[in-house]
Each structure stands twice: as C-alpha cells, then as structure tokens.
Nanobody
Framework: QVKLVESGGGLVQAGGSLRLSCAAS????????MAWFRQAPGKEREFVAA????????YYAASVKGRFTISRDNAENTVYLQLSSLKPEDTAVYYC????????????????????WGQGTQVTVSS
C-alpha cells in the first residue's frame, strides 16, 4: 500500500516562498508520474503540477507556471514543490498524488487518474 506524507506548509507573506515535500513509501515510486493538487476553501480540488517518472519533464497549471517548480528525488522517494512569488490566491491545502498508471506517457490533470493521495499540507499566504 502506497503512503504519501506531505510537509512544509505554513504561513507566508505575499511574494514569499515555501518548499513542500511529499515522501512516498510502500510502492515503486520511480515508476509513476507524481502530481500536486490544491484545494482552497469552498472550491474544487485543482491540478497544480506534475512530473514524469522517466525524464523529469514537468507540466504546470497556467495559474502557477513560472512561479512554482516541481521536482523529484527517486533515491529519496520524494517529490517537491517549490512555491515562489506567492499570492493570497495560492492559499489552499496542497496534496501530492501518485498517478494510477504504471510508467504513464501522459500527464493527467484530473483527480480520477490518481489512486494515492497524501493528507495535505496547509499553505496560507497573507496580503
């Protein structure tokens, strides 16, 4: 059973930065694309970024492109999300997720393609 544990959230002023981590255990992490989603109060959970299992290629939501960076360390079974130039509208609970497809050639941006989720970490950006 795959377990994902996020950390690194907190309170930061607008324009600041945070680095989120997601540690994976119980599976073969290096064979799966990984993603970050977020959910703001009263809103649907939305896709933020994804990273390939194979070559480290990445894909971002338009709202975060150029400000957020996803990366992974397969030796440490960890995926990261560097958040920079934060805005109050980035306030949300951030979740990491593992794609359900073994060695997927595609990035998936909808929740139904992900079987395993972490518990989430809160990011709050003050104005």
């Amino acid at each position: 059973q795959v377990k994902l544990v996020e950390s690194g959230g907190g309170l930061v002023q607008a324009g600041g930065s945070l680095r989120l981590s997601c540690a994976a255990s119980g599976g073969t992490f290096s064979n799966y694309n990984m993603a970050w989603f977020r959910q703001a109060p009263g809103k649907e959970r939305e896709f933020v970024a994804a990273i390939s299992w194979s070559d480290g290629s990445t894909y971002y939501a338009a709202s975060v492109k150029g400000r957020f960076t996803i990366s992974r360390d397969n030796a440490e079974n960890t995926v990261y999300l560097q958040l920079s130039s934060l805005k109050p509208e980035d306030t949300a609970v951030y979740y990491c997720a593992e794609d359900r497809t073994y060695r997927s050639a595609r990035f998936h941006t909808t929740q139904n393609f992900y079987d395993y989720w972490g518990q989430g970490t809160q990011v709050t950006v003050s104005s």
